[in-house]
């Protein structure tokens, strides 16, 4: 869980957000803040608010959890503030509608992904006496409104911009396209503008966001992924642009080109595979075999021979047999990635996966994760080793989590890197010998 912190001032109404669940939430959460407008300054304590939101999400049932956890203890500061609205957005939100105000009976407002652009109309019905209020449909001809540039903290380094929201591709364990809808892409002036803006704010590096970015622009024939990274990288001052998710299939010669081509892009790719076994992703509708993938791995590292790569994997989807399972590892082995995200095979809602018979038993998805994580741990000390003694120029974006008297920040193969100096180098690129390598992260001393 993250609270999202922006510039405080002298406002009468305080807003306290919690966000659970991946990038495009965090962002969600900034947007959230821009459309309430000045009516709302942040807090960091809820038992100070007067509007709680809480941004949800449903990839896996764990978070799912933490939410009636948290919503549940929010429930003694309405008991003892009648005023206070509190109201829960995102993906569980649009996922269970007014189920949620049924079993969380002291909440005002329902509201998903589409629905937080409706905040100050939604929040003006409950003070009115109309609440509580739930908005989850999802509309076919859903545009992404223009909500103005997000004013970022002071000494922000990176910052997400949202290129298209949704998804098309139903893969069967994946609840994105119910929760989210269909794919949208943002215009691209509004994303050029926002960037921009960012960029003059002192953000050095943008991260654009999206579910499936290698579609964006497709459905109305305009500009290409290649063509908006182009546009993008060419802002000034920019000094790094990442972007992030890819689907295997979708991700064409124009967009490995720009590996080559764009000296700004970071040479860094997260390209989920999920599973290593062409049967099994015909199961999951992932639209690519084993091959497709290596193919566009090796068409990557042609084009690019410093990229590195990170993925996504699920342990235990429902049939994956030892074999299967096998062929993952041989895969991660094959590949060589930084780093994984992997995780055990979820059910999740509305999905054909779940309906699936063949479920693999708990303990066995276990036992294979706890493989899977051990493997990767070794590959990636093996690769961070071979950093040992060299030298990298990393992106300075604060503190180090582990020793606030270091600095941390990342290469453009985004390796995180922990090393000691002043904070005045903050967002700035500096030259860094690698002394030490760990499994997530290496340590080193300024040049």
């Given at each position: 869980m993250k609270a999202m912190i922006a510039k405080t001032d002298i406002r009468r109404k305080r807003l306290y957000i919690a966000t659970f669940g991946c990038q495009m939430n965090e962002y969600d959460s900034i947007k959230m803040i821009q459309v309430l407008g000045s009516e709302y300054s942040i807090t960091k304590d809820p038992r100070n608010a007067d509007l709680i939101l809480v941004n949800t999400c449903s990839i896996r049932e764990k978070a799912e959890h933490k939410l009636y956890s948290l919503v549940g203890r929010f429930k003694e500061f309405k008991l003892k503030n009648p005023e206070l609205i509190i109201g829960v957005g995102g993906c569980v939100a649009q996922q269970e509608g007014e189920r949620l105000l049924k079993?969380?009976?002291?909440?005002?407002?329902?509201?998903?992904?589409?629905?937080?652009?409706?905040?100050?109309?939604?929040?003006?019905?409950?003070?009115?006496?109309?609440?509580?209020?739930?908005a989850t449909e999802l509309s076919g001809d859903f545009a992404i409104p223009f909500t103005g540039v997000p004013v970022l903290g002071e000494g922000a380094v990176r910052a997400f911009v949202t290129i298209m929201q949704g998804c098309d591709n139903f893969c069967t364990y994946c609840i994105v396209p119910y929760v989210r809808g269909r794919e949208v892409s943002r215009p691209v002036g509004d994303i050029f503008t926002e960037a921009k803006a960012l960029v003059e704010q002192g953000v050095k590096e943008i991260i654009l966001l999206g579910q499936n970015v290698n579609s964006y622009g497709k459905k109305n024939g305009g500009l290409g992924f290649a063509g908006l990274l182009k546009q993008v990288a060419k802002i000034p001052g920019l000094l790094r642009l990442r972007f992030t998710t890819?689907?295997?299939?979708?991700?064409?010669?124009?967009?490995?080109?720009?590996?080559?081509?764009?000296?700004?892009?970071?040479?860094?790719?997260?390209?989920?595979?999920?599973?290593?076994?062409?049967?099994?992703?015909?199961?999951?509708?992932?639209?690519?075999?084993?091959?497709?993938?290596?193919?566009?791995?090796?068409?990557?590292?042609?084009?690019?021979?410093?990229?590195?790569?990170?993925?996504?994997?699920?342990?235990?989807?429902?049939?994956?047999?030892?074999?299967?399972?096998?062929?993952?590892?041989?895969?991660?082995?094959?590949?060589?990635?930084?780093?994984?995200?992997?995780?055990?095979?979820?059910?999740?809602?509305?999905?054909?996966?779940?309906?699936?018979?063949?479920?693999?038993?708990?303990?066995?998805?276990?036992?294979?994760?706890?493989?899977?994580?051990?493997?990767?741990?070794?590959?990636?000390?093996?690769?961070?080793?071979?950093?040992?003694?060299?030298?990298?120029?990393?992106?300075?974006?604060?503190?180090?989590?582990?020793?606030?008297?270091?600095?941390?920040?990342?290469?453009?193969?985004?390796?995180?890197?922990?090393?000691?100096?002043?904070?005045?180098?903050?967002?700035?690129?500096?030259?860094?010998?690698?002394?030490?390598?760990?499994?997530?992260?290496?340590?080193?001393?300024?040049?």
């Open positions: 079993s969380l009976p002291h909440i005002d407002l329902v509201f998903g992904p589409q629905g937080l652009y409706r905040l100050p109309e939604m929040i003006g019905a409950v003070k009115a006496g109309a609440g509580p209020v739930c890819s689907h295997p299939r979708d991700l064409g010669d124009d967009v490995a080109e720009c590996f080559r081509d764009i000296p700004n892009l970071c040479k860094h790719l997260h390209l989920p595979v999920q599973s290593g076994s062409t049967r099994i992703l015909k199961r999951m509708n992932r639209r690519y075999t084993r091959e497709d993938y290596l193919d566009r791995i090796k068409t990557l590292r042609d084009m690019c021979p410093s990229i590195t790569f990170t993925t996504d994997i699920i342990a235990g989807f429902p049939g994956e047999t030892d074999e299967d399972f096998e062929e993952t590892m041989s895969l991660l082995k094959e590949v060589g990635y930084e780093q994984i995200f992997a995780f055990k095979y979820s059910p999740r809602p509305f999905t054909k996966a779940a309906e699936f018979e063949d479920q693999v038993p708990e303990d066995v998805k276990a036992g294979r994760l706890k493989a899977i994580l051990e493997l990767q741990n070794e590959i990636s000390l093996g690769r961070h080793e071979q950093l040992c003694g060299r030298e990298v120029e990393v992106l300075v974006e604060g503190q180090s989590k582990t020793d606030q008297a270091w600095l941390a920040g990342r290469t453009t193969g985004n390796h995180v890197v922990n090393f000691p100096g002043p904070m005045s180098l903050i967002g700035q690129l500096v030259n860094v010998r690698i002394t030490k390598a760990l499994c997530h992260c290496l340590c080193g001393e300024l040049v």
